[in-house]
DNA sequence: AATGAATGAGATTTCATTCAT
DNA sequence: AATGAATGAAATCTCATTCAT
């Protein structure tokens, strides 16, 4: 008369929670948000639909844990720059910059290609927080070096919105990657930009793409 | 036995497609893509499940109408504004941005802002696909400009990639026109990015968002 | 690679809905409605699930369909007492009180008495659609004989309505019929209680439960 | 390794006892027993799932937790006032009646209106469980009456199940009392209707809706 | 006495698509 | 060209209850 009891693990509720945000972001990236179920993550954890439900209200609420944790990585690693002193302004967009393309292509070529245009909803949602998020920061160090005189801007925060819109086309655009002569141009077409746009004095930008 | 054979109404199958096409358009941008049901399109052009599958394979198939038709009539816009002579080269290219901007923004204003978020799968697609076919339109205006010396760009072609990035910020963004400040100093942000990405001679842009 | 296609089996819309119709009834007054789910009734009628929904946008509204089934048929067989000329009013009021309890009887008859509390929503819905839909009909013979002075009553809609409450009180003691001594003592109290309420002359009621 | 123990409560078993049937009462009146999630009990009383499910076996046995109290008290009014010597019988019998309608609309004052038909498990529970225990004490109230020759009733019993239908009438229908002219009616029906049925003598029935 | 993370069966519903007519 | 009844897989979410601590 032995039920076949299954094991009750029980864990530390943010360990927990952790490992579900973990399995829904691989998931998500591997199948796209839509065509990924709830099921498939608690398949992944090993835990009961019930367990998923206590920590999340919904499947969007997860989706915006994995959203949220990947902005916060990449808004930490730019911030950190951006706190660096002793770096000249210039030389610190430059790295920012870097920081941000170099995130975003990690994290596409995590994405599976075949699924592009099925993870619409996670893309755009990406998207946008990722520009409302890095935006500030961004205005700050061009308005900065705006009053520094080694750029000549007007509006930074505008000039900001208008580089992050550069910046994600390649979030967008994972495909420019896999043709090493087109990445290089598009690289080097990005250095003339971003050098043109902030009318930098006295330096050349170099990307690494 | 008699059954109440409801009107059958038989049309052109070029206007009932084009029907079909139209209620989908507006359905979708009312509500978005994926929360239009097939029913809700056939309901309003009333004809029965079965027709809507006669034209179109599947759902997707007439978004992809959908998104062709907006696409090609930007296109042909555009298109047309470079077949005009006796245009100087800048002034042209002027004419085509404020032409891309201008069917985005009115077409933004159709979409409800309410579901802003919703309607990804449709954004995305509809993005890509104006990228692709209006950058080698851009590409060439630029290039020749280039030869003519009126611009100065290494790259045409990746240089209208990220010039069109920042065109289509627009539309992800559409909550900028609502406050006419914000779009005031976004219309002259860009007309200072374009003319220093280009290097333009002698010209000074001129928007009208 | 013959795939085990299911039949699929069309039939007259009507028909179809009364199939819905009469299998949830049948369910309902087994298992209690909360106790049966839309796979019990579709498994009985052998159709898919989106069929039921193509019928009936939820579970609700089948439930509304059977109650609106039952008390329409309760109503009809009153109203056509309520239509014979010749009969004395008392006599009349007899009958149509006859027809409510048997109806009843009936129906209870069918229900699981096991499942007794647990199909309250049905219970509380069936009895507050009768009473609204009896007491209009009750009301106006007891008005009429008022007139005619037969009966002998200030308020006879409400009359009505405290009478109904006393007949639909068999339908929520179903125990009252397994015991026929009980039932007895019930009926003749009743046959008494309606005499004295009406004030009636020259009749004596005779109930058959 | 610390953990942030919560605070643990501990308090007399019997209050807490009271404090969650207290706290299920209050919820299963504003929403309803089956819309109110033992979890929302539990938050209110602020104690752990296990805590509720320590003191009462099911989420049913709440249920009659919360009747049974309601009863009692209804119970032991009207027992009161049979208990008191020196009033003629149906004065007695007018304030037992009097007592039974008061609590029953005081307590349909506290239920919501809107959730009317999604409350019937309680309803019907609290119903019958009403009826069960006032039946005796009615009847034999009207059994002493009629030995006494101030009523006149056949069967004391039967007679009191059918006058305690048309009291729970007004549980069942609390739209009543938001018209007055219609409340009114009632009140002087019911008046008739209890003088009638039990055949007083030398008294009128004045109740106090 | 009390905790609260975990369970898991199961319920309703959606909707793109098919196909016999 | 058109109909519309029928399909059915699949998805999200609920919640009473358990049990190791």
Redesign the pocket.
Known sequence: MKKE???????D?EE?RQELIDAAERLFMEKGY??????DIVREV??????????F????DILEAVIEKNIAELESNVREIMQQRDLATAFKLNLMVNSIIGINVARRKLMDYLHEESNAVMHEKMERRTVDRLVPLLAEVVAFGAEEGCFSVQNPRETAEFLLASLVYFFHHPEIFANPRRSEKMRRTLETILGRVLAVKNYNFVLTV
């Open positions: 009891t299954k094991e009750r693990i029980t864990k509720p927990r839509e065509q990924t179920a709830v099921s090993q835990v009961a639909h019930g367990t998923f439900y206590y920590y209200p919904s499947k969007e």
